[in-house]
């Protein structure tokens, strides 16, 4: 093994950068990336160059891997976003727009000629996802509360019967929370006779709440979505991007190329993968099990509701949808913005009430806010 | 912090995974990954959501990054990809598929109704992006030691000038480490009188060894590239699959698109993106230094070469290109397959003398190679 090697000055940069993340982390409370994990008994994994290359459900050459664990991971997502039994396939992704990004390559390889619709209030990824994949797309209105208008998908869909259409669903919009509601969306396909059709859910940061709430939207493959990315560092947590996505196989089956020098189908987008990636998804799960989990999303969301109060007693006009830990409110004056770590778009800004967002941080916010907001 | 709460038999597996991978390792010569590292003093920056999402050359809302040591780490490949000063742009990718994907993408852009040529020895995952692109392209046939056939390539072009090319270019092939020669490319360019092309040359392993040698062969921005891809953890070492993209920064301005919500050009293919990566890339370029750099190249150039004398003294038919680390052999027989990691396809097969491979190794592999061979 190499020994490390580092210059004064440049262990100094290093202690530099910690210092200034231990500095920012408690202010963090506009993204949804959990910061509350620790990894250290994973770290010894880091020793070797391990790789999940290709299809994590075939051997591969590359014996370096951690696909065992990934299999694992994946039944774990299977059960909790209701896959058909058996007739599922997927991979641990290097984060949402990955997934996304596969989700809409096996709708296209599906329906070369659809075109996908998606709502405004979509993250900005996917329109560029579509422009690398050169699919026709259309944008749908949204509602004032983030959901897609459903009237206008309606007209829209209504006017190109004569396409197959791929409809992209937020499960959980970036800036609030929304989820559109594949129930409805189903509904309006049956209604207009369109029987071929692909429906992807982003559920970056939903796909691991609504598995464990009373009354969940419609979003999972039991409502109808074909296929499903989630975020990993996202509400379970992690300090490098990751996530996974899900396909209904006969649909992924359609792109499997059998490839000797990788001794595996290669299904996947990225190729060479993390394997620590798995690890870390797996160690979540494990660490926390499920009621674990169901926990850690009821008490986020019960702060979140704390949080709504709390600013609406200040004055302030906060909202959220059900099910959802975002908390959102006018943009806060600039004192507040260069304090806390918050992402705001156009006249608005939120709260994500993620695990490690305390009372005690709602609460200075929340003060800090209504002080900037005295004349 | 959440405290660790495996079950012991989750540790156990955690455990069985390590000595797997223990006993794996000293076995792991026929891949291009470095197994030569030791990231220990970085493992603390796991402790924080670091996020390096969007455009490494822009501000972000999200403070928990670390561009700083991103730009640091491109102007280093910049220098030596001997990139226009001032006129590059580029980002830490998630691996080399990534880095061929922006290059083809970028390429596209410019010229939407391109045809990508790229030789029959080019890695499957390409002509993969190029599905998922919607690209036109045009295979041309291979020589035998693994170039690109600029005979063919001439006449191929030749019957489409009206049609800008793009050129998949590879710096050292997969199996064979070859390199397509970028000025015999220009000139057949030149000779058709072409003038509006794009050449991305692939350098994931030999982008990190062309560098450090007397006579490289035409490869770089110098000599006619407009993007380049190359693999962090192949040459450099990492646990982690991750990479650096660059191209001409005239070339990627038209992809840019300004989007507030993450305070940034988003001019990345992933939009979040790995902190911890360009970390890793920064400590192995800091802690070896260009000198440390040139020599370990050198070493695994001298290796390579006594492996080839090594197993033609056996009896088998090895070789390998100036400048290349992959020693080339027709397929080893089955109890070599299975006591070494190897990856064949067809009827060959390569060593790849990484940093981590000792002449010990290559001695027990040739030993083993020439006894699987007597009758």
Chains 1, 2 share one sequence.
Not at 43 to 55: H, Q
Not at 310 to 339: Q, Y
């Amino acid at each position: 093994m190499t020994r490390s090697n580092l210059s004064s000055a440049d262990q100094q940069r290093l202690d530099g950068l910690y210092a200034r993340l231990l500095a920012l982390r408690p202010r963090n409370v506009g993204y949804p990336t959990n910061q509350d994990f620790d990894f250290s008994e994973l770290f010894r994994f880091l020793e070797f160059s391990i790789n999940n290359v290709g299809d994590p459900f075939h051997s591969t050459n590359y014996r370096l891997n951690t696909m065992e664990f990934e299999r694992e991971v994946l039944e774990d997502f299977a059960r909790l976003t209701r896959a058909p039994e058996g007739e599922w396939w997927g991979y641990v992704t290097g984060g949402g727009t990955e997934g996304n990004m596969y989700g809409l390559y096996v709708a296209r390889e599906l329906f070369p000629e659809g075109i996908c619709y998606f709502s405004e209030d979509t993250h900005y990824s996917v329109a560029k996802v579509l422009r690398l994949q050169h699919t026709r797309n259309i944008m749908i209105k949204s509602q004032a509360d983030g959901q897609m208008d459903y009237d206008d998908l309606r007209e829209t869909l209504r006017i190109h019967r004569d396409v197959p259409p791929i409809l992209f669903a937020n499960i959980g919009t970036t800036m609030k929370g929304a989820v559109d509601d594949l129930a409805k969306i189903r509904a309006i396909l049956d209604d207009l006779a369109i029987a071929n059709a692909h429906i992807h859910a982003d559920a970056a940061l939903s796909g691991m709440i609504l598995p464990f709430v009373e009354e969940p939207q419609p979003w999972c493959f039991a409502d109808g979505a074909d296929s499903i990315s989630i975020s990993g560092h996202k509400m379970l947590g992690a300090p490098i991007p990751c996530g996974v996505v899900l396909a209904r196989k006969t649909h992924v089956d359609r792109i499997a190329r059998s490839i000797e020098y990788i001794g595996a189908l290669d299904t996947t987008i990225a190729g060479s993968r993390s394997a620590f990636s798995p690890l870390m998804l797996w160690h979540r799960l494990r660490t926390l099990g499920e009621e674990g989990l169901r926990a850690m999303v009821r008490g986020c969301l019960e702060r979140a509701e704390i949080a709504v109060r709390l600013l609406r007693a200040c004055g302030i006009d906060a909202w959220r949808h059900e099910n959802s830990v975002t908390v959102i409110f006018p943009r806060p004056p600039k004192p507040v913005m260069e304090k806390w770590i918050i992402a705001p778009r156009k006249d608005i800004g939120h709260l994500i009430v993620m695990p490690h967002v305390t009372m005690a941080m709602i609460e200075e916010f929340a003060a800090d806010f209504a002080a900037a907001m005295q004349p």
